[in-house]
């Protein structure tokens, strides 16, 4: 299972590298999940981002998980909003290398500016920020070529730094800034949680496998039917539902009885693997945009969760008031 620290701490040191090595670069990449790019944004990059008035690249990775008709839609979102937007597959591209022509392309007015001053040219600075499990370390190592980054399965591996030469026109700060998402939000926590990108035990695991099967059903629902023989799924009978998966799947213990867990487990390992299909757990349409955020509405995560399940994460919120009150 991955695992992740939220300490107050942790996180506060985090947005403060981040803030310190700003200014030592031209443009940020902000990796966003192509699954869920807003729920996978770290809320407050946004503002830092304006103050300094930083241009970025908006990049969403991990595009051969998602679903393709709606990563167009997040692309056009993001463009929308006026950010050079760029979905990409690290993992299987054999390279991205027009990462930099996107780059330059973004620098190209400050340069120009740059050039009339009698300035030569010179390659961009660029820093990659996200948060944990984002794929940062699989980026930087497939634009070098070579393993240098230290690549995780688990939420926050990186520590060191350093710049990198990619080629002439793009170096990149090794040490990626690494954020948080509004993870005290149940909503997003469920997303975030359902794709693996925080620890499990945040939310109870039955009621992520519910929403996430729920969110499938709604979405993708001949391939929920398929695999697991589940046609719809409620609160009164969600324990049927595990026992038909449970069934058809073998997850019985010695006595007989259904063995929940393991059902809980190949259900989100099927979808963090990509066995029940791409997909993507989030629409542009799913936020409402309030001044200076977008915030997540989600009727079927009102309808599905338990209390419980919403007071296990505002434990998290006083973690995070903490670091936004420091
Ligand atoms: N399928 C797919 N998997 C990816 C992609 N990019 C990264 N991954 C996987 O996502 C997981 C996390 O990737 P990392 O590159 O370690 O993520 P990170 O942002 O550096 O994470 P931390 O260092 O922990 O903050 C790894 O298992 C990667 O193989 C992608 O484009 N497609
Ligand atoms: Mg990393």
């Not at 985090?14 to 670069?25: G, K, T």
């Not at 023989?229 to 595990?242: F, K, M, T």
């Not at 955020?293 to 995560?301: H, I």
Request: aromatic share 8%; glycine share 6%; proline share 4%.
């Amino acid at each position: 299972m991955k695992q992740i620290q939220w300490f107050p701490g942790h996180m506060s040191k985090a947005r403060r590298e981040v803030e310190e090595r700003l200014p030592i670069v031209d443009m940020v990449f902000e990796l966003v999940d192509a699954r869920l790019p807003l729920s996978s944004r770290n809320p407050m990059i946004d503002k830092i981002l304006m103050r300094r008035n930083k241009p970025r690249l908006i990049i969403l990775t991990k595009k051969d998980l998602a679903d393709p008709e709606m990563t167009k839609q997040w692309v056009a979102y993001f463009k929308a909003q006026g950010h050079a937007t760029i979905a990409i597959d690290s993992k299987n591209s054999r390279n991205l290398n027009y990462l930099a022509d996107a780059a330059k392309d973004v620098m190209k007015e400050k340069f120009a500016k740059e050039a009339s001053r009698g300035m030569k040219p010179r390659a961009v600075r660029v820093m990659i920020v996200g948060i944990p499990n984002v794929g940062k370390s699989t980026l930087i190592n497939k634009l070098v070529h070579k393993k240098v980054a230290k690549i995780g399965d688990r939420p926050g591996v990186t520590k060191t730094q350093q710049w990198i030469r990619i080629h002439k026109d793009l170096e990149l700060l090794d040490t990626p800034g690494i954020l948080w998402p509004k993870f005290e939000d149940y909503r997003i926590g469920l997303r975030l949680a359902t794709t693996g990108a925080i620890k499990d035990d945040i939310l109870p695991r039955d009621e992520i496998v519910m929403w996430a099967l729920r969110y499938f059903l709604a979405h993708y629902p001949g391939r929920v039917q398929e695999r697991y023989g589940v046609a719809e799924i409620d609160r009164e009978g969600y324990e049927e539902v595990l026992c038909t998966i449970a069934k058809r799947r073998g997850a019985l213990l010695s006595q007989g009885e259904y063995d929940y867990e393991k059902v809980y487990h190949l259900v989100l390992d099927d979808i963090r693997s990509g066995r029940l299909g791409t997909y993507t757990l989030e629409a542009p349409s799913d936020f409402t945009q309030t001044e200076d955020e977008a915030v997540l509405v989600d009727a079927l995560a009102e309808e599905t969760i338990s209390d419980d399940a919403k007071t296990a994460v505002s434990q998290l919120e006083s973690v995070t008031a903490e670091v936004n009150h420091e």
